[in-house]
């Protein structure tokens, strides 16, 4: 009984986006407005884990909160870019590459912090 519940609610929401006029407006509206919800989520995770660990990123030193910060801005950047990047043989290449880069570089300045 369940599933046919969910099946139709499912079949209810596909019929408002295939027949009315604007439907699939609607779902574009209703999937960008879901797609600002997730990366404002990721935004609040991210200051969350910033306020925990402030201390850990302040005894950095210089050179490896530049790093860091690049690093994580490259990571953004690469999120922004992704439709246009991901369109295109070098586009792909080039977004793997700076997403290796970065984690790379995460992992370096995370491998340097827990050294003595």
Do not use: H
Not at 55 to 81: D, H, K, N, P
Not at 93 to 106: C, D, E, N, R, T
Request: a positive charge; one cysteine or more.
């Amino acid at each position: 009984m369940r599933a046919a519940r969910n099946i139709a609610i499912i079949a209810l929401l596909a019929l408002g986006v295939a027949v009315v006029p604007g439907g699939g407006n609607a779902a574009a509206a209703v999937l960008a407005a879901l797609t600002l919800a997730f990366l404002a989520v990721i935004g609040w995770a991210g200051y969350q884990i910033y306020r925990q660990n402030k201390l850990s990123y302040f005894s950095l030193t210089e050179r490896q909160r530049c790093v860091l910060v690049a690093a994580v801005g490259a990571i953004v950047l690469m999120i922004a870019g992704a439709d246009e990047l991901l369109d295109t043989g070098g586009g792909v290449l080039l977004w793997i590459a700076v997403l290796g880069l970065a984690a790379f570089s995460i992992f370096s300045v995370w491998s340097e912090s827990q050294r003595y």
